[in-house]
Structure formats: structure tokens, C-alpha cells
């Protein structure tokens, strides 16, 4: 099952900011999430990639880390491409749809 993404860009796109969820992908319980990376990295791009949620999901995870893989490439690409390549990349990690990091992880590394 390929991943779709959500990206939104923001300011100078200086940054992009990926946001890893773990059971569950529900807008509501990532709004104070976003908001607080919007706040703290106002030229931060945002990309979600989304794919299948739930307990009973019996998707290959190396499969699905693979896409996110590609899908952080492909956007990393894309700002090479238009001139201005991210300055850092910050992968944010949730579980069990909580609103507190469960992982943050930059590069390149600080």
C-alpha cells in the first residue's frame, strides 16, 4: 500500500519537518502538535506521510519505512530542484496518537 503525504509549505522553507505517526494518524490529536512546530519553526515546511492505522494493520514495516523514506527523498529533491535545499531535516515521532514527541531526530545532526 504506497503512503500518501501531506506537505505544507511555510516561510522560507529554510527547514522541513517530518511528522512520523504511530497508531493512529487522527487530524485532532496532531492540531497542538503542528502548532507548536508551526510556532517554533515558522519557515519549516511540514510533511505528514500517512498510511494505514490501526492494531489489526498487517503492513509490512519495512515496506512503510521504505516510502517515508522515499517520500522525505522526493521532497528533499523537489527543494534542490527549486534552488533552496533544506538547511536541516527534524523527523518527530509519536505513538499511540499522543501529542508528545516520542522521538525527534535531526540532521543533519546537532
Known amino acids: 500500500m504506497p503512503i500518501h503525504t501531506y506537505f505544507e509549505q511555510n516561510g522560507d522553507s529554510s527547514a522541513l519537518v517530518v511528522l512520523l505517526h504511530g497508531w493512529s494518524d487522527d487530524e485532532e ?21 500517512h498510511y494505514r492505522k490501526g492494531i489489526a494493520h498487517n503492513e509490512n514495516p519495512f ?13 528533499y529533491e523537489h527543494s534542490l530542484m527549486d534552488g533552496k535545499p533544506y538547511q536541516r531535516i527534524v523527523l518527530i515521532a509519536t505513538a499511540w496518537g499522543a501529542s508528545d514527541p516520542q522521538g525527534v531526530r535531526v540532521w543533519p545532526g546537532q
Open 29 to 49: 490529536q496532531y492540531a497542538d502538535l503542528v502548532a507548536a512546530v508551526k510556532m517554533l519553526e515558522p519557515n519549516a515546511d511540514l510533511l505528514r506521510p
Open 63 to 75: 515496506v512503510v519505512a521504505s516510502e517515508v523514506e522515499v517520500a522525505i527523498s522526493e521532497t
